[in-house]
């Protein structure tokens, strides 16, 4: 062998791979499977509750714990979300014409979930990892020494600034005290060192106020005075203060520290100064505190920041696999689309639809050329069908016109091949061969073996015999060989040829008649005038010279019966019809023989009330009478020389109003095998018999448009069948000859 023939060997199946083809053929599991990560979900939920239920409060939590809550509770969640986008696959494909248990849905879902989810759980590991270490250092001791210092030391600065303000103001208070004892207030000498007192201690506005008792103020000295009224200078709040036995009292305004001070102890009289501040100092101060105050607010949030940014990344990712699961069902229903298009129009055309097309794709890709292709190949289809329909249809019309042309002639035609089974059989064929079913196919030599012999023999043109139902049939068959086999045709004859009998025999009798019947009676003239004369004259031996006369004339009798009879049947008179009692007409013919014999016992069953015929009395009563006169010869040729016993059993049917049966059983000596030709002329089973007794049974039955047929009776003897119709006998009712009044 050519060695470049092999082939090489197939590569083998990872295991991998079978067990994932096996696992993904156990459909059945799915359902335990999405229940089984359901539960897990739910179960790691509610642990992951408790879990954090369990650590301190107000403190953030570990991002390593944090980062496998996370991963813990996204696993079963994608899990979860792929299943049922799964489930909606193949729900689908349920609906898709494709069929397939929705394979290509669930391989896309798959495939695009894990190129989803692995990225996805990546990043969000790595995002939750990134996050929690940097609010792990965010909320750390030492950014959160940083902050309190940096406020602390705005704060230090800003209330350096109030206490020397406050330390200035009550320093001033003590030397303006000391002033008033040398000087009053309205003194230039006390405005000038006041003034003095202000800018050397480096003050932006100083006032005295004093209060009445009505609570109204006044000022008795300012310097640098602005536009504010002297109540927002020295307010009621800060009197009730310095009241209560306070020193001074120092209050922040926008932009500068005011202090008052008593100024004399036994006085309501008070020193208000005030010392511009920096604006910028200022506001760093206050913006360290403001953070520091934001710091503490969000430390205390911590943790539900973690929270929050986990459940972000869940829910985000959850989304991403949920958009990829939305995408592949997507991807997958506009793959599927076309394709069960195609699968439902293939069925169509499988259907015998040949009509069927799908709509081609404005794109040529691989799906547009398969559509392409499929609707090309279903208009040569329908093409070609159409084509084979005609055809179908022409051989069809021919075949009913060839079945229409051979249920109409009686002759029978069979079709066989060159292996002797039947290609063609008429309705005339199968009924006379008694074919039951379809015997298209099946062999001429099961069904019809005498025919299948005569294929075999020389002669294509031969005439046989054939028995059917205890009657010999003769068949004139003709045999033609074709190119698939031969054809057989074949027609009953038996008739025919018992017709032709039948009118040669009627033409002998009628001239055997005319012959015989001539001399007959000049014969018997003779006999008994040689009686009358010469009987007185001869005195020996009288005796024998009587009993030759009588022969002679015994003789003549009997011969001009036997012509009688052949003039019957040469000339049977024309039937008068006429209404008549069938079972009178029955009655009667029983009757004649039953008084002449004794010994047998007839029977004759008729319905009650008795059916009317129309028909000729005397010929129908003729034909009867020699039925039963037949049945009680045969019960005597049984009998032998003894006493004739038996029985003749005489049945009048009527079975509706186009059927009448009269059916006469005996027990006698039963019938030949040939007994079909007992209706033929001068066929007989007697010795002295005529033969013609039968024939003019025949012949009165077919002209009252009837039928008459011999079979076997059960347990020995004969059955003889009249069938007459009383329907087509009703409009025979007062005329001649049924036969020419029918045709």
Request: aromatic share 6%; charged share 25%.
């Amino acid at each position: 062998m050519n060695a470049g023939l092999h082939q090489a060997a197939p590569r083998p199946i990872p295991r991998w791979q079978r067990a994932f083809a096996v696992a993904r053929g156990r459909t059945r599991y799915v359902p335990l499977l999405e229940l089984a990560t359901l539960v897990a979900a739910i179960a790691i939920g509610i642990g992951s509750y408790f879990l954090l239920a369990r650590q301190p409060a107000n403190s953030p939590l570990s991002p390593p714990f944090m980062a496998l809550l996370l991963v813990a509770n996204l696993v079963p969640a994608i899990a979860l979300l792929v299943l049922l986008g799964r489930r909606v696959a193949m729900r689908r494909a349920a609906r898709s014409p494709v069929g397939g248990g929705g394979r290509l849905h669930v391989r896309l879902v798959a495939l695009f979930s894990t190129i989803a989810a692995v990225p996805t759980l990546l990043v969000v590991i790595f995002a939750s990892l990134l996050f929690q270490y940097g609010v792990e250092f965010w909320f750390s001791d030492r950014a959160r020494g940083m902050l309190e210092n940096a406020s602390e030391l705005a704060q230090g600065y800003y209330r350096e600034k109030r206490r020397d303000v406050a330390d200035e103001t009550v320093t001033m208070a003590g030397d303006l005290r000391d002033f008033l004892r040398e000087a009053t207030l309205a003194s230039p000498e006390f405005a000038e060192g006041y003034g003095w007192q202000v800018l050397a201690r480096k003050l932006s506005e100083s006032a005295i106020v004093t209060i009445s008792p009505d609570g109204t103020a006044r000022t008795l000295a300012m310097v640098n005075p602005d536009s504010r009224p002297v109540e927002e200078r020295v307010s009621p709040d800060i009197v009730r203060e310095l009241g209560r036995g306070v020193p001074v009292v120092v209050t922040n305004s926008m932009d500068r520290i005011e202090a008052v001070t008593r100024l004399l102890p036994d006085s309501p009289t008070y020193l208000y100064a005030s010392r511009a501040t920096d604006l910028n100092a200022l506001s760093q101060s206050r913006r360290a505190a403001a953070v520091l105050t934001d710091y503490r607010a969000l430390l205390e949030r911590s943790r539900t920041l973690q929270l929050r940014f986990n459940a972000a990344l869940l829910l985000i990712s959850l989304l991403i696999v949920g958009a990829a699961v939305w995408i592949a069902l997507t991807v997958a229903d506009r793959l599927v689309r076309p394709v069960g298009e195609l699968v439902d129009a293939a069925r169509k055309v499988a259907a015998g639809d040949l009509a069927a097309r799908v709509e081609a794709p404005r794109s040529r890709d691989e799906i547009g050329t398969l559509a392409f292709a499929f609707n090309r190949m279903t208009e040569r289809l329908q093409e070609q069908t159409q084509a084979l329909v005609a055809a179908n249809d022409q051989l069809d019309r021919r075949r009913a016109f060839t079945e229409a042309v051979l249920s109409g002639v009686t002759a029978g035609v069979v079709s066989i091949d060159a292996e002797r089974r039947i290609l063609l059989i008429n309705s005339s064929a199968a009924a006379f061969l008694a074919m039951a079913g379809d015997p298209v196919g099946a062999r001429l030599d099961d069904v019809a073996p005498d025919l299948a012999r005569l294929l075999d023999g020389a002669d294509l043109e031969p005439v046989v015999q054939l028995v059917r139902d205890g009657e010999t049939r003769t068949l004139a068959v003709k045999i033609v060989a074709d190119a698939r086999g031969h054809v057989i045709t074949f027609d009953d004859i038996t008739q025919q040829l018992l017709d032709q009998r039948r009118a040669a025999w009627s033409d002998v009798a009628r001239r055997i008649a005319h012959e015989i019947k001539n001399p007959l009676t000049p014969i018997q003239l003779a006999a008994e005038r040689l009686q009358r004369r010469y009987g007185k004259e001869i005195a020996a031996d009288r005796a024998t010279f009587d009993r030759l006369t009588d022969t002679i004339v015994r003789q003549v009798g009997d011969l001009r019966r036997m012509v009688d009879e052949f003039s019957s049947f040469a000339r049977m008179p024309k039937p008068m019809f006429a209404a008549e009692s069938i079972v009178d007409i029955a009655r009667q013919a029983m009757f004649l023989h039953e008084v002449a014999h004794p010994g047998i016992r007839f029977v004759l069953n008729a319905p009650d009330p008795a059916p009317v015929l129309v028909c000729d009395r005397r010929q129908l009563g003729q034909a009867l009478t020699n039925i039963v006169k037949n049945a009680v010869e045969a019960i005597g040729r049984r009998s032998g020389e003894g006493a004739a016993s038996g029985m003749v059993e005489m049945t009048i049917a009527d079975e509706g109003p186009r059927r009448l049966v009269v059916t006469v059983a005996d027990d006698g000596a039963g019938l030949p095998s040939e007994r079909a030709r007992l209706f033929e002329p001068y066929v007989t089973l007697r010795a002295r018999g005529t033969g013609l007794g039968l024939a003019i049974v025949k012949k009165i039955v077919e002209e009252h448009l009837g039928t008459i047929d011999l079979h076997d009776r059960d347990g020995g003897g004969a059955v003889v069948r009249i069938l007459l119709d009383p329907g087509a006998l009703a409009p025979l009712a007062g005329k001649a000859d049924g036969l020419e009044a029918v045709t």
